[in-house]
């Protein structure tokens, strides 16, 4: 497995890779996006799901709630102290048969206690991501919408694997917003 570099990136991004990409790193005045030297830093959009213990319900997999959560949609969210949240990623993404991509916290915010769930982006997933960010913190956290969230790192396959995502019919292809767990 190898590192993807920017030129390959924004090759794939005129193919549709990412959509809508940024073809530079935006930072002035925000929390950096766009094309960096081996990923893309993937922005937030303004759509949230806050849990909350309004309900006193318990969070399960196998039964997911809505009552766990409640939805938020605005330009800056704030995620309650030692609480969780659920967005989506502003980009839609179509990875290739031959690329597994990580996704990593952006260290602004981990710096501020934020943790955003490292996780897969498999080969021939497809859909918009879905984002967990955990404030560790005692006190509120604001989190800007349209703005950096997380670094996708893209590795390069050395053979084409057997069975890609789209393939097994993973259950959370194409996704459109924000989506609850499944099984």
Same mark, same amino acid.
């Given at each position: 497995?190898?590192?993807?570099?920017?030129?390959?990136?924004?090759?794939?991004?005129?193919?549709?890779?990412?959509?809508?990409?940024?073809?530079?790193?935006? #930072?002035?005045?925000?929390?950096?996006?766009?094309?960096? #030297? /081996?990923?893309?830093?993937?922005?937030?959009?303004?759509?949230?799901?806050? !849990?909350?213990?309004?309900?006193?319900?318990?969070?399960?997999?196998?039964?997911?709630?809505?009552?766990?959560?409640?939805?938020f949609k605005?330009?800056?969210?704030?995620?309650?102290?030692?609480? !969780?949240?659920?967005?989506?990623?502003?980009? /839609?993404?179509?990875?290739?048969?031959?690329?597994?991509?990580?996704?990593?916290?952006?260290?602004? /915010?981990?710096?501020?206690?934020?943790? &955003?769930?490292?996780?897969?982006?498999?080969?021939?997933? %497809?859909?918009?991501?879905?984002? %967990?960010?955990?404030?560790?913190t005692p006190?509120?956290?604001?989190?800007?919408?349209?703005?950096?969230?997380?670094?996708?790192?893209?590795?390069?396959?050395? %053979?084409?694997?057997? &069975?890609? /995502?789209?393939?097994?019919?993973?259950?959370?292809?194409?996704?459109?917003?924000?989506?609850?767990?499944?099984?």
């Open positions: 497995m190898g590192v993807k570099p920017d030129r390959w990136i924004r090759e794939q991004c005129k193919n549709g890779m990412i959509e809508p990409y940024e073809k530079s790193q935006i #930072s002035k005045g925000v929390i950096s996006y766009g094309i960096s #030297s /081996y990923g893309y830093d993937m922005r937030v959009a303004d759509e949230f799901k806050i !849990f909350t213990n309004i309900s006193s319900t318990i969070v399960d997999p196998k039964n997911f709630s809505k009552n766990s959560f409640v939805d605005g330009k800056e969210c704030i995620i309650p102290p030692n609480s !969780f949240a659920l967005a989506k990623s502003l980009e /839609y993404f179509r990875i290739p048969r031959d690329i597994l991509c990580i996704v990593l916290g952006k260290s602004t /915010y981990a710096r501020m206690g934020i943790i &955003v769930n490292v996780t897969p982006l498999e080969p021939m997933w %497809e859909g918009y991501v879905t984002i %967990e960010i955990s404030n560790t006190l509120p956290v604001k989190i800007y919408a349209n703005e950096g969230i997380a670094q996708v790192l893209f590795l390069s396959a050395d %053979e084409i694997c057997e &069975v890609s /995502y789209q393939d097994k019919k993973g259950k959370y292809q194409k996704q459109t917003g924000i989506w609850l767990p499944k099984i």
